[in-house]
């Protein structure tokens, strides 16, 4: 009911406003002198998953994005933005499910039909150098697609948003100070989950081959389905570049620590860490291919076997990331979405991957990445995977991309996720 409330409020303020103005106002002016964002993706989207009985194995969808949205400019140093999103199925939507039909018996293709108000926020300017936001709002507190905490999941079609508050600050030299509360989680899927969750995030990049980032999210979902999310999260990230040779050969890494407990009414008691270890090389090239970057990533979400109960079963726990981009993280294919484990005595993930981006002449760019992916507890591979992405943009506003995903299961003894999984995409995109 406090959305309810918010954006009843919302609109009476506006419509308060704007009754008193005419069109030599400034409050008109601001509401004509803003900015019109449009974005349409039209993807084909296949999916061969050999969980699923035979016969029900592959997936298909054509289906379309597009975000309208309007952000106003200023009036007395405030704004607001609103942005409607619409979510079509261009063939049948009978040939996958999508999360929300029912169609449980088929591989998951999670962009399921749909229109929604995607962002509608108020902005404030009153104190310099500060910005606070009121309303449905996109967080992130990295570039994509590094949303390893809060994320939009660009990849799916229905983008998430927040429900919330936030305050971001940048009157410290070389420093963001970001903090908020969270009251509804809005899904990829077009449902939403009640939360209360205070976010505080800093960033300073004053050093000159180190940037830095700590965080704490104490994200307490409030619904009886999401109470395994409530985690509480605090961590710290390094990450930068230092020249090698000459100023077109760089070397980069990164580091990160996250410790994670169960907050509110989450029924588990366990405590578990997440690492990130990074390093490679970037390289300036004065031909075809403009630049190559090459890393190793080892990254780590823990597992707690948690307590035995009078059977021998465990109440094991995962490290846990429900407000992230997962899409961006082992593996493409979407298969480690939540880490396995819960519940059990053996999960969590590790992945060993290797990462080759490519950009060269008539903006084109090349991703290619292999991921070995193992128990964190247990002693046995889940499997490996490939991945290869290919984007072409030209206009300025156009691109088309072209990304493969294939899982390849270990048959080693206890594996949970131990059936294929491959997935291939054709997209293009508008942007205006």
Known sequence: ?????????????LVAISSNATAGDSFFDALI?????????????????????SGSRDADAVTIRTALGYKTADFYKMFTHVEFENVSDILDDTQYNDGENGLSSLPVIADPRGTEVNQLYLGFKF???TLIKAGRQIITTRKAPFHRFLGNVLWRQNWQTQDAVTVTNTSIKDTELMAGYIWKNNTIFGSDRDMEAPIFNAKYNGFKYVNLEAYYYDLDFTETADLANATETYGFRANGGVPVVNDKTKFIYTGEFASQSDTGSNPRDYDVNYYLIEAGFKLKIDSFVKSVM??????????????LNATGAASGAVFRTPLATGHAFQGWADNFLTAPGTGSSTGGVEDNYFTMVATGNYDTKLIVSYHMLEAETGGYDY??????????????????????????????????????????????????
């Open 383 to 432: 499997g490996d995977e490939l991945d290869i992405w290919f984007t072409k943009n030209f206009l300025k506003k156009y691109s088309v991309g072209l990304k493969y995903a294939a899982y390849d299961a270990s048959s080693d003894a206890g594996n949970s996720k131990a059936t294929d999984l491959s997935k291939y995409w054709v997209y293009f995109t508008y942007k205006y």
């Open 294 to 307: 090459v890393k190793y990533s080892h990254e780590v979400l823990e597992h707690d076997i948690g307590t």
């Open 127 to 129: 104190i310099d150098k």
């Open 33 to 53: 002198g803003g900015k019109v964002d449009l974005n349409i993706r039209t993807r084909f989207e296949h999916v061969d998953d050999d969980s699923k009985a």
């Open 1 to 13: 009911m406090l959305v309810n409330r918010f954006y009843y409020t919302f609109f009476v303020c």
